[in-house]
């Protein structure tokens, strides 16, 4: 028999999917946000809500939808091999290629660099980044009871603390909103919604979903029709934080312009608008509450990356899987922030495709049998639409011509299919050849097993 969940139930593990998705390291981007878009913020702000918060809300729900033990076996529905690669890809994504990297970069951003000498930046980054990842390993291979204490503190403190802010910065805005930078100036929406790719939570929901599934069920929810309405009702809890701090912080960096400058980062705007507030004791304890949030994300990163790859290759211990992520990570977070976020960007527009129209295939799937057929159809297609916007974003960003054999194909592209130069030429054709293969699967009668 399934069980009812009271309210306080859904609150709790909404707050949990909450902390799961709010690193520090999504302070930052609102805020860079705001500080760009300026008098166009909300369009902004709109767009980037939509991929910030309603993508991963998307991707817990389908991993709640699916009944699908994980997200490998889910992305499997296309291919085994499939599975495996897009799910280490994600995991890398989300762990020592860029998240992990970029909680080390964001709390020295954020705790350390507002308190020393610009020519000291880099040897300080350098000594911070190897005790933060050095702990982060130490804890890594000891877990213990002490950071989901902290994580439960922190939690509320990051909420509390982030209020008193914001609250603060909308009744004294620091300045006035200025005008756009030339990025933001038109189609500022389609650059939020992009810009929210960046908080890779949509990635993340996917991993996480599973989390607050078996958070739960734990609880007595048993029926899948229970569990799908326990996790919609935590996920509106979460997103609906998440949302109302992605505002907050957007607005504070569109009011801060002014008095600070454009930063090349957000993490600058919220160590500034704390010493403005609040002196330097307001920007001790942001630093402090920084440091440790992003120490316990990335000790979660790390646990969980290093568990999916001794469960992908048991031959390598768990330990050693560790030690070598978080030395990856470590060496990749003295690139600095700005270029973490950068770099990450070309694999963003190529994953996030993938991942949203894996979603999509989830919810309809019944339609058309969970017929491989459409789901191979669709995953292929999207790939190669996103693998070229993926190598597109890399050469703009190393600014170098594209490729020769790129020319044709973009070029292609960008007369045929809409929203192309949006960002969004993968989301028609994959609308499309979900129908078309999934009216083919119904009428062949084909299911998963047989297509």
């Not at 909680?103 to 040897?123: N, Q």
């Amino acid at each position: 028999m399934s069980k009812n969940l009271t309210f306080s139930s859904y609150f709790v593990i909404g707050v949990m999917l909450f902390a799961l998705f709010f690193g520090a390291g999504n302070l930052i981007f609102p805020a860079s946000l705001g500080q760009n878009a300026g008098t166009n913020i909300w369009p902004a702000v709109f767009g980037f809500l939509i991929t910030g918060t309603g993508l991963p809300f998307l991707g817990v729900l389908a991993m709640g939808f699916s009944g699908s033990r994980n997200l490998q076996e889910l992305a499997s529905r296309i291919h085994p091999w499939y599975g495996i690669i897009f799910t280490a890809l994600l995991y890398l994504t989300i762990g020592p290629f860029f998240a992990a990297p970029r909680t080390g970069a964001v709390a020295f951003d954020i705790g350390i660099s507002p308190f020393i000498e610009a020519d000291f930046t880099k040897t300080g980054l350098f000594i911070f980044t190897f005790i933060f990842f050095a702990v982060t390993t130490w804890l890594s291979l000891n877990p213990s009871k002490l950071v989901d204490r902290i994580g439960k503190i922190l939690a509320p403190g990051i909420i509390i603390l982030l209020a008193v802010l914001l609250i603060t910065a909308l009744v004294n805005p620091i300045g006035s909103i200025e005008s756009p930078q030339e990025a933001y100036a038109s189609g500022a929406f389609v650059k939020g919604f992009m810009e929210g790719y960046n908080t890779m939570d949509a990635l993340a929901s996917l991993v996480f979903g599973i989390i607050v599934i078996n958070a739960i069920s734990s609880i007595g929810v048993t029926t899948k029709a229970g569990v799908l309405s326990a996790t919609i009702k935590s996920g509106i809890v979460a997103i609906f934080f998440l949302s109302v701090i992605y505002v907050g912080i957007a607005f504070l960096g569109a009011t801060s312009t002014k008095e600070f400058g454009l930063f090349e980062t957000g993490g600058p705007v919220l160590s500034h608008a704390s010493t403005y507030y609040f002196g330097t004791f307001g920007s001790i304890i942001l630093a402090i509450i920084i440091i440790l949030a992003c120490l316990t994300t990335s000790i979660g990163l790390m646990t969980a990356c290093g568990e999916y790859f001794h469960t992908l290759i048991p031959k390598v211990s768990y330990k050693w899987f560790v030690i070598f992520f978080s030395l990856l990570s470590f060496i990749i977070a003295n690139f600095g922030l700005a270029n973490i976020i950068n770099y990450s960007i070309p694999i963003l527009m190529f994953l996030y495709p993938l991942a949203v129209v894996l979603m999509l295939l989830t919810f309809l799937s019944p339609l058309f049998n969970h017929a491989r057929l459409v789901y191979v159809s669709v995953a292929a297609l999207t790939f190669c639409i996103s693998i070229i916007d993926g190598f597109k974003t890399f050469c703009d960003l190393i600014k170098i011509p594209y490729f020769d054999w790129m020319l044709p194909i973009i070029s292609f592209y960008e007369q045929t299919l809409p929203l192309y130069k949006q960002g969004l030429g993968w989301l028609v054709p994959a609308l499309v050849a979900i129908l078309i293969t999934g009216t083919i699967s119904r009428l062949a009668g084909l299911t998963a097993s047989e297509s």
